[in-house]
């Protein structure tokens, strides 16, 4: 597979995969300014040149938007095959080239964000755990860090220790999101347009910062919903899924 990296250079003209549209859609507009300020702190977006959802992003663990303790280790923030471009080996072509570069980089080893089985948003733990992840630790409701050590030697890496039982003291619907998923642009405005059609209270917090997002209340904050105080999910809600989680809460 012909991989192209993205840069300065050629960041304007390539699609970043996971939201392949027009370069003035807010999607993409919000997901290439976040890309842009990471490039220069080590973060590397991989992908296939052709077009698709087809690429890996990391970045040093020290500089991950995610509330992780794993000093001298390489992060994956994301990491999607799809559609067409699955079942040609180009995912194990990627997940080497991240370790390759990893290792070039005098890195410990690789983490990664998962879960017990495939949900969305989050890495297939079967398909990392076949490639020799471990699971290194767990945060409710279902979230697992997995690490791949390049030695014996190396402290397992952590989730800090906020995240294990998160937990709000707020009312109501209440959402941290980051602009780390291109996503959030696009359909954290049409949940805060339903709350408000519906008139329940609702309150979205961009995390805009890494400190930020390293103290944020949920193992995965690109997108972290609470409701009274209890975290609900890591799933972007379209408007149809958002307004039945609210009629179900209204039931009981």
């Not at 300065?8 to 003035?24: D, R, T």
């Not at 303790?69 to 079942?87: P, R, Y």
């Not at 997940?95 to 998962?114: F, M, P, Q, R």
């Not at 020799?132 to 409710?140: K, L, P, R, S, Y």
């Amino acid at each position: 597979m012909e991989m192209v990296k993205l840069t300065h250079e050629n960041l304007e003209q390539e699609h970043i995969c996971c939201a392949i549209s027009g370069s003035k859609d807010p999607q993409v507009l919000s997901k290439k300014a976040w890309l842009s300020d990471r490039l220069d702190e080590g973060l590397v977006f991989l992908k296939s040149v052709e077009r698709g959802k087809c690429f890996i992003e990391y970045i040093p663990a020290e500089y991950a938007w995610v509330p992780i303790a794993a000093d001298g280790f390489m992060h994956i923030n994301c990491f999607w095959v799809s559609g067409s471009l699955k079942g040609h080996g180009y995912g194990c072509e990627l997940l080497e080239a991240c370790i390759e570069d990893a290792k070039a980089k005098g890195k410990k080893g690789i983490t990664v964000i998962s879960s017990p089985k495939k949900m969305a948003f989050l890495s297939d733990p079967k398909f990392l755990s076949k490639r020799g992840f471990q699971v290194a630790d767990t945060a409710e409701p279902y979230f697992t860090l997995l690490y791949l050590p390049f030695s014996e030697d190396v402290t397992v890496p952590k989730f800090k220790e906020h995240v294990k039982k998160p937990c709000i003291s707020e009312d109501g619907y209440v959402l941290y999101y980051t602009a780390g998923c291109p996503f959030t642009a696009k359909y954290v405005p049409v949940i805060e347009e339903c709350a408000a059609k519906e008139g329940v209270p609702f309150q979205s917090i961009k995390i805009d910062s890494r400190e930020k997002a390293q103290a944020a209340p949920a193992a995965w904050n690109n997108y972290a919903l609470f409701y009274n105080g209890e975290y609900v999910t890591n799933e972007i809600l379209s408007e149809k899924k958002f307004y039945a989680m609210i009629e179900k809460n209204r039931e009981q």
